[in-house]
């Protein structure tokens, strides 16, 4: 294997999906372009809807919407680099059905485990910093699409993803078992895994693998077992009241806008509780239509998390008699959809262990970390919790890499020399339980 080759190869790679960032459920551009890398390299392939269970999807946007998104998918930039063959996108794409989504799969012909690994596709929707110092904006390869960026380094899990692939098509013969890369969309906002999980993209693995670049541990430094993601449910309110004029019959009026704004104060006032930390967030909120009109509608995106999934359910419970109290003080109506949930796994100590021995042995770390502080959520916990409900063992790594800012903020960028190391790590993993 010529490193230096695959590490121009994966940044020029992770550069390219940084310029063409797509947020979740909207993959598609990203989606066929690791599908045509790895159907070259020789994986078998399942791709798009037949990735997903319909009835457990979570947070996607409309079917207009998609549309659009699919027009952009197939239109933008020319492939990356040693990438796609010619007419192949819109073919991918096509395949694809309307859902991103590639799970590929090595079979080594040799009786071993199945080891999985999952690699997250989707950007953040923050827009991208426009200046001198931030590297992307500097060295041409900012996102063009407007309020869309890779900052929280799926460009890069993507990039590394692709790298592990070709590195283990390299090793098959030496390799027993079966090894699966799941590329999933839609992390963010926890959308995506839940609905693979249900489909069954996990299930049979005996060992599972999931990764994080950054996330406050430096370059140099690699974690064996992510702790502390906490669950999660996100949700969208649509409150529904009745407009009336403003001085001419304001008695007249159902107000939304007050339904939502004592509703938003009175969820950010829940109860702590006792056992463990829990968040709520009231993040977006619009109401209204005019300044002398007694608005009839309003929409609040918020979340709800807890330490555990008792604390959580906790919180989300409160959260809904909440908003149906503040609807009914103003005599309107709430309607609530689920658009995101995530749980919490814990990594199985056998196979932290194991990866523990793989990485000593790597020797390109000049630090390891038996447990890191994973921060906010994480969906891949949905895979983890069922394989090890199944039997299985998981465990959620922490590649480590100097960040210029914090996660989802738009001057974030990675240090792209801890590629290359992280695809070092995944490989040797891989060895050490299918070698
Ligand atoms: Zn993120
Ligand atoms: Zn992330």
Redesign the pocket.
Known sequence: MDWKMLEWELISIRRDLHKYPESAWTEFRTSSIVADRLAQLGFELTIGKDTIELSAVMGRPSEAEIDAHIARAGTQGGGAPGGEAPGSRANWIDRMKRYPGVVATLKTGRPGPVVSLRFDMDC?DVDEAREPRHRPHKEGFASVNPLLTH????DAHVAIGLGVARVLMEKRDSLRGEIRLIFQPG??GCRGAYAMTQKGVVDGSNYFLAMHIGGGVPSGVFGLNSLGYLCTTKFDAEITGKPAHAAGAPHEGHNALLAAASAALALHGIAPHRDGSMRVNVGVMNAGTGRNVIAGSAVMKAETRGETQEISDYVYKRAQEILQGAAAMYETEVRVTKTGEGTTATGDAALVAKAGAAIRKLGCFREIRETVQGG?SEDATWMMRRVQENGGQATYLALGSDITAP??NGCFDIDESSIIPGVEALVAIVEELAG
């Open positions: 953040v900052a929280c380094g799926h992390e963010e906010g996660h989802h």
